[in-house]
């Protein structure tokens, strides 16, 4: 029987695995459409949240510098995959509008990887699945 200490390096183990193909597939699709990782992942911010962001709020979401969110914004905007517009009540704050973006390449790499999770969940309970979901929600803010 494993103790929890022991359990928490396994996890930890398997998460260094599962962080480092995430990243390195990540990298993969975002070369295929002309981006880099990190703005790839920066757009991804920006549609999760769902709504319009401060070049700030961005940095935090992040965790970049501010120099470093400015460039990233400057080739999302480039690129067409983001606008900034200047806030109508306050002149001095400006707006980041992620764009939709809609391409194949991006579709299929991430359905197939769908498709992969899908096989995977089928081998678990829904409890188990619960389980999971709550552990990692747990765990995403962990820096």
């Given at each position: ?19 480092a ?10 070369r295929?459409?002309?981006?880099n ?10 549609v999760r ?37 200047p ?17 194949q ?39």
């Amino acid at each position: 029987m494993s103790t929890r200490k022991q359990l928490g390096e396994q996890i930890a183990g398997v998460m260094q695995e599962v962080i480092a193909s995430a990243v390195l597939t990540n990298e993969r699709i975002a070369r295929s459409i002309g981006l880099n990782v990190v703005d790839f992942q920066t757009y991804g911010v920006l549609v999760r949240q769902g709504e319009p962001m401060t070049p700030g709020q961005v940095a935090r979401s992040t965790e970049l510098p501010s120099s470093t969110t400015t460039r990233v914004l400057d080739r999302l905007e480039a690129k067409g995959l983001v606008e900034r517009r200047p806030d109508p009540a306050d002149r001095r704050k400006t707006w980041v509008h992620a764009i939709p973006f809609d391409d194949q390449r991006v579709m299929e790499a991430y359905g197939e990887i769908l498709r992969q999770m899908d096989a995977v969940h089928a081998g678990f309970t829904v409890a188990e699945l619960q389980t999971v979901l709550r552990y990692l929600d747990a765990i995403k803010n962990v820096r």
